[in-house]
Structure formats: C-alpha cells, structure tokens
C-alpha cells in the first residue's frame, strides 16, 4: 500500500482511522523557512470534526505533535514529521462490516486487494480521517507558497441543488481569499449558508446523506510553470485532488461547459495591462499546454455522499458467501463537503509547490 505524492517536496501519509494515531512525513522542504503553527492550527481546525451539525460527532482535538524537521517553529531541512493521536474511537461499531461490505466504500475492494487484513474500523487507512495529516503538510506548503506571493483558496461551490456564487475568474481580491482561509463553512455568497445547512438536515433526518462540489482558485502563479503531456498542471493537481477520499470528478475553467461552446465563445483573448499580457476571460482555468498562463488558476471537484448512511442497504456477506442486508452503526458525516474545503486547499498547495 502507497500514501506517496510528489517528487520535489514529498509527503507519506500514515495511520488508520481507529490506530493509535495518524500522520505525515514531508521531504525536501527548504530549511530555514520559519512557519508560523497558529496558522496551522486553523486549517487543521477547519477540516477537524465535531465542530459542526454538517460533520459527524466524533471529536477530536487533531493537534498535530512534531517529531522533527522544525526547530523552534523554523524548517530545519530535515524530513518533517507529525502525528496527530486518535483519541475519540468507537471501533465496536464497525463489527457487522468485516464479512458485510458497506455500499459505495472501499470495504469490498481493500477486502480483495489485501486479502481481508485491511483495517475496516473507521475505514481504516482509507477513512477522511487521513487526511487531517494532509491538511498539515499543506498548510506547511502554503506558507512557503504565500512568501512567493501564490495564494489558494476554496469555498462550498454546491451543496445538493444549492450553489453558492463563482470565483470572479480574472480577479479574486485577497480579501476574499483571507476571509476564506479562515471559515469553517467557507462561502463566497454567505447569504445562502442557511439554505445548504437545511439540505445537510434534511439528509441527516432521513438517515442519508447528501454531496457537492468545491470550488479552488490559485493566485499570484507566473505563466511558464508545467510540462506538457503528462507533466501538466491540470494532470498534477488532478492526482493530488483524488488522493482525497470521496472525490468522484474534477474540472478545470469552464471544465464541461467547454464542450457545447464554439471556439470563438471558449477562447480566452490575450491583451496587455499595465504591461503585462493576461487574457480577458478565464475560460481555461489558467492553463493552457498544461502551462499557467498567468491567470488565476480555477477548478472544481466533485464531492460524492457519504457511502456510510443509517439506512438499510443492500450488500453481501463475504463469509457466508450470501447476499445480505447491513445497517450501519457508528458516527458519520451526513454531508463532508464543508470539511472537504481546507483538505482541497491543502493537496493544491502540496501540487503547487511540487510544480514551483
């Protein structure tokens, strides 16, 4: 089993939801970076459950503890690496799932890639609680990001039918960008933060759960930075984007849109300002050869429902070798869009700063 990304800053991600603890290890970080852990702390808050109705109740504190690489809050050049304890577990609740298969998890498939010694508490090395050790090591990248002046940020872009207002494709104020940093329900619009929680309740009330998409813009890239061919910006990012349980798609720009435009609506035109080229429109999402243009780059991911809901559903016992009926017990999010925003901010920022 691989947990590794990138080949100039790398992270390996380690632990199972109901281990003794989770973690990161982060090579090729410059030294002598000073990172400010305040900051961490905040996107860690972000993503961590408990703190809100939209996640589960399972809480947990997801302090992350250093064990090297930083000295006195300054990169040493040394691998980084944290821990974060696992304090709040229930694995008692996960016991019908060994032989039962829940619908729409990774339970069946592990099951028949590692011979049943997959660790199914919690769902184990597959669970969202890995990436609480990704949003650490991205809100370390960041940092490094931020002295360069690249900035990232994301916000709720839908929750079922509700959707919140885009990006402005050519201009996001760092205003924006700051205030988004810091929210734990990060939108653009918050006006409409009521209609998407009444979603969210309506799912939970029904024992369902409900998916959503998020949107991520980049800002402060140079053009010139990628590979064509597979090497391209959209192809790094995409890999880190699916690293993250529960995304089912991604897009870039006006992604899908693209494909009912003619040329002439699709391209963006190129013009100097203030002596510099940009484009006027942002229809490709910054990239263009698998090459920033210098434009703000923008996509989209798509955020599927929680496969784990308290209804019955339909699966089949994998002892007995019969179909079977599980209804699934524990703690679960009944929609993780929110939370999945600081985790889509963080994997941009470890494939930015592999691209840099």
């Given at each position: 089993?691989?947990?590794?990304?990138?080949?100039?800053?790398?992270?390996?991600?380690?632990?199972?939801?109901?281990?003794?603890?989770?973690?990161?290890?982060?090579?090729?970080?410059?030294?002598?970076?000073?990172?400010?852990?305040?900051?961490?702390?905040?996107?860690?808050?972000?993503?961590?459950?408990?703190n809100d109705k939209t996640s589960t109740t399972r809480k947990e504190s997801d302090i992350p503890?250093?064990?090297?690489?930083?000295?006195?809050?300054?990169?040493?050049?040394?691998?980084?690496?944290?821990?974060?304890?696992?304090?709040?577990?229930?694995?008692?609740?996960?016991?019908?799932?060994?032989?039962?298969?829940?619908?729409?998890?990774?339970?069946?498939?592990?099951?028949?890639?590692?011979?049943?010694?997959?660790?199914?508490?919690?769902?184990?090395?597959?669970?969202?609680?890995?990436?609480?050790?990704?949003?650490?090591?991205?809100?370390?990248?960041?940092?490094?990001?931020?002295?360069?002046?690249?900035?990232?940020?994301?916000?709720?872009?839908?929750?079922?039918?509700?959707?919140?207002?885009?990006?402005?494709?050519?201009?996001?104020?760092?205003?924006?960008?700051?205030?988004?940093?810091?929210?734990?329900?990060?939108?653009?619009?918050?006006?409409?933060?009521?209609?998407?929680?009444?979603?969210?309740?309506?799912?939970?009330?029904?024992?369902?759960?409900?998916?959503?998409?998020?949107?991520?813009?980049?800002?402060?890239?140079?053009?010139?930075?990628?590979?064509?061919?597979?090497?391209?910006?959209?192809?790094?990012?995409?890999?880190?984007?699916?690293?993250?349980?529960?995304?089912?798609?991604?897009?870039?720009?006006?992604?899908?849109?693209?494909?009912?435009?003619?040329?002439?609506?699709?391209?963006?035109?190129?013009?100097?300002?203030?002596?510099?080229?940009?484009?006027?429109?942002?229809?490709?999402?910054?990239?263009?050869?698998?090459?920033?243009?210098?434009?703000?780059?923008?996509?989209?991911?798509?955020?599927?429902?929680?496969?784990?809901?308290?209804?019955?559903?339909?699966?089949?016992?994998?002892?007995?070798?019969?179909?079977?009926?599980?209804?699934?017990?524990?703690?679960?999010?009944?929609?993780?869009?929110?939370?999945?925003?600081?985790?889509?901010?963080?994997?941009?920022?470890?494939?930015?700063?592999?691209?840099?």
């Open positions: 089993m691989s947990s590794t990304y990138g080949e100039k800053i790398k992270i390996s991600v380690f632990g199972e939801s109901h281990g003794n603890g989770i973690g990161v290890v982060i090579d090729g970080l410059p030294a002598g970076v000073k990172i400010d852990m305040d900051k961490v702390l905040v996107q860690m808050a972000r993503r961590a459950p408990g503890k250093v064990l090297s690489g930083m000295l006195n809050g300054v990169l040493t050049g040394a691998p980084l690496c944290a821990v974060i304890e696992n304090t709040n577990t229930k694995s008692g609740d996960y016991g019908n799932i060994i032989s039962c298969p829940r619908p729409g998890h990774s339970d069946y498939t592990a099951f028949v890639k590692y011979n049943a010694s997959n660790d199914v508490r919690g769902g184990g090395h597959f669970s969202g609680r890995i990436t609480a050790p990704i949003v650490f090591a991205g809100a370390v990248c960041r940092q490094i990001l931020e002295n360069k002046g690249i900035k990232i940020a994301a916000h709720i872009n839908s929750i079922g039918d509700v959707n919140d207002s885009r990006f402005d494709p050519v201009c996001i104020d760092d205003e924006l960008i700051n205030r988004l940093n810091n929210s734990p329900f990060s939108l653009i619009d918050q006006s409409i933060e009521q209609d998407m929680r009444s979603q969210v309740e309506a799912a939970r009330i029904n024992l369902d759960s409900i998916g959503g998409t998020v949107e991520c813009a980049v800002t402060g890239i140079k053009a010139g930075i990628g590979e064509p061919m597979f090497n391209g910006v959209e192809g790094v990012i995409a890999k880190a984007v699916f690293g993250v349980p529960a995304i089912k798609g991604i897009e870039f720009g006006r992604g899908f849109e693209l494909a009912k435009m003619r040329g002439s609506q699709s391209n963006d035109p190129f013009e100097y300002k203030d002596g510099k080229v940009v484009t006027k429109t942002n229809n490709c999402g910054g990239i263009l050869g698998g090459i920033t243009d210098g434009m703000p780059i923008l996509f989209t991911a798509a955020v599927k429902p929680t496969p784990s809901i308290a209804q019955k559903q339909q699966t089949v016992d994998l002892q007995k070798k019969e179909n079977a009926q599980l209804e699934i017990k524990g703690r679960h999010d009944p929609c993780i869009v929110p939370r999945a925003v600081p985790v889509i901010e963080a994997v941009t920022a470890i494939a930015i700063i592999n691209l840099m």
